[in-house]
């Protein structure tokens, strides 16, 4: 079926310039709770027993029914021994960072392509986050980056899923081994994504999802931790429930790290995770038809490059990443977000950002004001974070990602058909939206405000390439 043919004609004016717009009407929101996930939690309400927690040793240790239910139902989904369930998945970070023996000043190397809480995490261990660059097709972490900045106070690594796609875990497991890091995975936009037979985030020491609103399966807030190795269970489900209370050992290395926290997830939410398990594969399937359509749709449209899948990997689809040719195109993607927004296209991602130029890393202010943790004498070098430190992904973040957030619509053939016809719409009239000659030039990447170099920071200088995958063919034009 073509529905890009049935709707506003490429040659109608731009919305932006008073025509109709392609998309005529709001298209409708994604509907993500049923009458099962009503009815799970009304079962709880009823039976008064919100949590079944006690932070002291015994058998409410480790939490009530359902909790464990949602856990023995997600180790079997994803194909894990243990499954441990938090209150969010910036809790399960910080205890997967507290669980394999980070020691203050120790570094772990990840992706400025993230959420926030994945390098938070680290300092909260009073860790140093470093930061390698990204791949340039699948905005994931360059492996031969890691590589470039590993030191003598590398502890781990940890892989960003980043839109749905895993990161090239077999290139960063041998990293890893060669160099006896703990390698973590933050999978928490890509549940149910594969590499070959495997679910993504299950090749990490310790990996783990999201179950907060805005993902594929949620139960408002939540998330949940997945690994092989029993030991990091044990100080999972220590540092989630007031570890310090319940330790008896007297060894130093069973203590470490055992400043527990109150990171239990309520039944509430454990009953509405259970049966959101249940629906991630069909979801997971409908974003990758919604994601082939697109690709389909917007195929030979030129300089646009649509998302790159590796080989072995199925992606699915948190964010649909697209690449503009802005040299190509002479314009700059704001002009382009812009006439697309118009159009009423939903979703739009303008750029996305990168963690190693906030503030909170290029002044090194995190706790106090006096540069800790990075100034305490347990670091033993200076980590730097500046513009220049990862060009591939401050290039894409300042002039070429385009993202199509997908769970912002409900993204069914129909809906996707006129997002296809808005962008083939916009496309057909680039001449309309270049600037005069001379009037407008393209952003530099030093240009950008955000990217303008911090007073009194130097940079790293490390150098991006690409991280040599095998991908398949996307449509590039
Ligand atoms: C890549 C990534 N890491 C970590 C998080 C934090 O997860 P949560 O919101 O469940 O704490 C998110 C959530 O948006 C994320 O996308």
């Known amino acids: 079926m073509n529905h890009a043919a049935t709707r506003t004609p490429n040659h109608a004016a731009l919305a932006l310039f008073g025509g109709p717009p392609a998309i005529a009407s709001p298209l409708p929101p994604v509907v993500t709770m049923g009458e099962d996930d009503v009815a799970a939690a009304s079962e709880v309400i009823r039976s008064g027993v919100l949590s079944g ?9 480790m939490g009530g029914a359902r909790v464990r239910a949602f856990e023995a139902q997600a180790a079997e989904y994803f194909g894990v021994r243990h499954a441990i369930a938090v209150n969010s998945w910036t809790s399960g970070l910080v205890a997967a960072v507290g669980a394999i023996g980070i020691e203050p000043g120790d570094e772990i190397i990840t992706t400025p392509w993230t959420m926030a809480a994945t390098a938070t995490a680290i300092l909260h261990w009073c860790g140093i986050p470093v930061f390698a660059d990204i791949d340039r097709d699948t905005f994931n972490i360059d492996p031969a980056s890691v590589e470039r900045q590993i030191g003598p106070r590398t502890k781990a690594v940890i892989a960003v899923d980043i839109f749905g796609q895993s990161a090239d875990m077999a290139a960063l497991r041998e990293i890893c081994r060669r160099h006896g890091l703990k390698l973590l995975g933050d999978c928490a936009q890509a549940p149910g994504a594969k590499v070959f037979d495997r679910m993504a985030g299950t090749l990490a020491d310790i990996g783990g999802y999201s179950l907060n609103y805005h993902k594929h399966i949620h139960c408002g807030e939540g998330g949940v931790l997945v690994t092989d190795d029993a030991r990091y269970a044990k100080r999972l489900a220590l540092i989630r429930n007031h570890a310090e209370a319940v330790v008896q050992s007297e060894s130093p290395a069973d203590l470490a790290n055992m400043l527990g926290f109150n990171f239990r997830m309520g039944e509430i939410e454990a009953a509405i995770a259970s049966v959101q398990l249940a629906k991630l594969a069909p979801r997971v399937a409908a974003r990758q038809r919604a994601a082939a359509q697109l690709d389909a749709g917007l195929a030979g449209l030129p300089g646009l490059k649509t998302p790159r899948v590796a080989v072995g990997n199925t992606h699915a689809y948190y964010i649909y990443g697209l ?3 802005v040299s190509a195109l002479g314009l700059p993607r704001a002009r382009l977000v812009e006439a697309l927004k118009a159009e009423g296209v939903p979703g739009l991602v303008g750029s996305y950002q990168n963690l190693h130029l906030l503030p909170m890393f290029r002044h090194k202010v995190a706790y106090g004001t006096g540069g800790f943790p990075w100034a305490s004498p347990y670091c033993e070098r200076t980590i730097h974070y500046g513009p220049g430190q990862c060009p591939v992904a401050e290039q894409l973040h300042a002039q070429t990602f385009l ?37 407008v030039s393209m952003p530099a990447v030093a240009e950008i405000p955000s990217l303008a170099p911090a007073p009194t920071q130097g940079m ?13 063919a996307g449509a590039t034009a």
């Open 460 to 472: 790293q200088g490390t150098q991006g390439t690409h991280g040599g995958r095998r991908l398949t």
């Open 323 to 325: 690449q503009v040719d």
């Open 53 to 61: 927690y006690i932070g002291a040793p015994g058998e409410a240790f």
């Open 403 to 439: 993202g199509l957030a997908l769970g912002q619509f409900a993204h069914g053939p129909e809906p996707i058909g006129q997002v296809i016809a808005a962008f083939r719409k916009v496309w057909a009239q680039l001449d309309r939206l270049r600037p005069e000659p001379g009037a």
